[in-house]
């Protein structure tokens, strides 16, 4: 069975980090373009990163230059690294293949809450 696992999230303070990881079991992710999404309460989900099978990222405007996506293909695992985080970046958030296209199902995500 395929499965998508997030882990990571937690409480923080604005300004803090949180680092982010995403397992594949029965996917290997190494072969898949990956992104990184978060949907925030009342509001649809956004893509907020990307990364190649290459390597090559792309990021939303809104985490440039403070999140950074990475891949351990070795574990085969892809991570966010959430750096100088806002509340707004409060949200849960996601990882799959990019573009979606309705497989694999998405996973429980992993809840990132940023207090003010």
């Known amino acids: 069975q395929v499965q998508l696992v997030e882990s990571g999230g937690g409480l923080v303070q604005a300004g803090g980090s949180l680092r982010l990881s995403c397992a594949g079991v029965?996917?290997?992710?190494?072969?898949?373009?990956m992104g990184w999404y978060r949907q925030a309460p009342g509001k649809q989900r956004e893509l907020v990163a990307q990364i190649t099978t290459d390597g090559a990222t792309i990021y939303a405007e809104s985490v440039k230059g403070r999140f950074t996506i990475s891949r351990d293909n070795a574990k085969n695992t892809v991570h966010l690294q959430m750096n100088s985080l806002k509340p707004e970046d409060t949200a849960v958030y996601y990882c799959?293949?990019?573009?979606?296209?309705?497989?694999?199902?998405w996973g429980q995500g992993t809840q990132v809450t940023v207090s003010s």
């Open positions: 799959n293949r990019f573009p979606y296209n309705r497989w694999p199902n």
């Open positions: 029965g996917i290997d992710l190494s072969l898949n373009r």
